[in-house]
């Protein structure tokens, strides 16, 4: 229960709602080259971190992938993809080191919202303030990609 309270996801949720999310959640051991989940794919699944080192990357060539993040700390999450419709995950996941993930299956999950939605407002608020903090973050690091091409392009 301390590791789902430490998920940005989840924070907020009462004991009792965290007790609740623990019913449907299961621990599952990753080994080293393990892909977790695949860019594209059907998104069923939300991992969060127990254990070990996950890679996130994206596909940017056929033969090519732009590392994005590790997730090395216990309570980090991937996944939440699995949240939003379309479904589909937006990241690949690869193992790197082994480790333990925490899985909930999203049925399991809509299950929990629809019997208790205040539950769902408050995963969906942590979820729409991470994402706005990561968009800003994205946009951070635009402009000095940017400054630094208008500064090559002046010279």
Same mark, same amino acid.
């Given at each position: ?23 449907? !959640?299961? +621990?599952? %051991? ?36 732009? %590392? ?8 980090? &999450? ?7 419709? %379309? ?7 690869? &193992?790197? +080191?082994?480790? !333990? ?5 999203? +049925? ?12 769902? &407002? ?14 800003? +973050? !994205? ?8 400054? !630094? ?7």
């Amino acid at each position: 229960m301390q590791l789902l309270s430490s998920c940005y996801l989840f924070k907020g949720l009462s004991e009792f709602r965290l007790q609740r999310l623990t019913t449907i !959640t299961k +621990e599952t %051991p990753i080994q080293k080259g393990q892909w977790i989940m695949l860019e594209g794919k059907k998104a069923e699944e939300l991992f969060i971190v127990k254990e070990g080192t996950v890679e996130l990357m994206t596909k940017v060539e056929d033969d090519f992938e732009l %590392p994005i993040a590790m997730l090395r700390n216990p309570g980090e &999450c991937t996944g939440t993809a699995s949240l939003v419709a %379309p479904h589909e995950y937006s990241l690949s996941a690869r &193992c790197e +080191e082994d480790g !333990t993930m925490l899985v909930i299956q999203q +049925e399991d999950l809509k299950k929990l919202i629809q019997e208790d939605h205040k539950l769902g &407002c408050i995963i969906m608020e942590n979820l729409a303030q991470h994402m706005l903090e990561r968009l800003k +973050e !994205t946009r951070d690091e635009l402009k000095i990609h940017f400054k !630094t091409l208008l500064k090559s392009a002046h010279h």
